[in-house]
């Protein structure tokens, strides 16, 4: 039997909030993606709410495995990054990339939400950031993130669709090949996640309803939905509707329940429609 496709994923480990690799870790492999964890830092909860947290760092653990996988042969199709903690570490993603020139490169920006950067983030990391998102094949930051990015206020109004498909051209012009941007709201009323794959010059939108309410660990999510279905060799806009779809699925199935948001969404409610594969797939091309 053929191997299953195995991504090397750098990113940290938060005991409670469903983030990062709890989440990631489980709706990859649903997918049939192999996970290999590169564990960036543990955490007690993630940084949205708990109080203080308790981390313990593992920065110095990565280039010793790194090391190792090279010596023992280890290959991976795709390199998968997200949360980080320090510039550092962007560089040790940058390692991973140059180890596995073949593989593909998702990087998350993980930096920001509802036009806020996150408390851990300085100007320092976001420039690294910058670096790391110009390194990749894919990235997928969220408005927020987009808007940090391109060095740009996070905007006040809905956007155009000219306006959403200037700023998707000017960040593939930076480097990535498929630039997916989250959270979109649109001039005319809907919620979109858009795309563009700069080698087909092609540019997609999904849309969502939109439930008042944001939960922790939905953009870790919606990458990985996202990079399983890429990795499968899905297209882009199926991919996105699969991740949209899903998205839009845990978020109200959570919010049904009225739990603490801090929890994030109860994606062990949500995986057995992952697996069945049952996603409603409906995307636009602009
Ligand atoms: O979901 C992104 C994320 C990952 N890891 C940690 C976080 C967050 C977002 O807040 O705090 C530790």
Redesign the pocket.
């Known amino acids: 039997m053929k191997e299953l496709k195995r991504v090397a994923a750098i990113?940290?480990l938060?005991g409670v909030?469903r983030?990062?690799l709890s989440v990631i870790m489980p709706t990859l492999s649903v997918l049939g993606i192999q996970v290999c964890p590169v564990t960036t830092?543990l955490?007690s909860?993630?940084?949205?709410g708990f109080g203080d947290?308790v981390m313990k760092d593992m920065t110095d653990y990565i280039p010793l495995a790194l090391e190792h996988y090279r010596s023992a042969g280890v290959g991976f199709e795709c390199i998968y990054s997200?949360?980080l903690a320090s510039e550092r570490q962007v560089e040790l993603c940058l390692d991973f990339f140059e180890s596995y020139p073949d593989a593909m490169r998702i990087v998350d920006p993980?930096m920001g939400?509802n036009g806020r950067m996150?408390k851990?983030y300085t100007k320092e990391l976001c420039d690294s950031m910058q670096r790391l998102a110009q390194a990749a094949d894919i990235i997928t930051p969220n408005l927020t993130e987009a808007s940090i990015l391109l060095g740009i206020d996070y905007p006040v109004s809905q956007l155009t669709q000219n306006e959403i498909k200037g700023m998707l051209v000017r960040l593939a012009g930076r480097g990535p090949k498929i630039v997916v941007i989250t959270s979109v709201p649109m001039a005319d009323g809907k919620n979109c996640n858009v795309g563009y794959d700069r080698e087909h010059n092609a540019f997609w939108r999904v849309s969502y309803e939109k439930i008042p309410r944001s939960y922790?660990?939905?953009?870790?999510l919606f990458a990985s939905v996202l990079t399983g279905g890429l990795m499968l060799g899905d297209s882009l806009p199926i991919a996105m509707s699969r991740a949209t779809y899903f998205l839009e699925y845990a978020i109200k199935t959570t919010f049904g329940y009225g739990s603490d948001a801090r929890e994030g969404v109860m994606l062990e409610k949500c995986l057995p429609m992952l697996i069945s594969n049952q996603c409603y797939m409906d995307y636009t091309a602009m």
Request: charged share 15%; proline share 4%.
């Open positions: 990113h940290d938060s909030g983030c990062s830092a955490l909860t993630h940084t949205r947290v997200g949360f993980v939400d996150y851990t922790p660990g939905t953009g870790d």
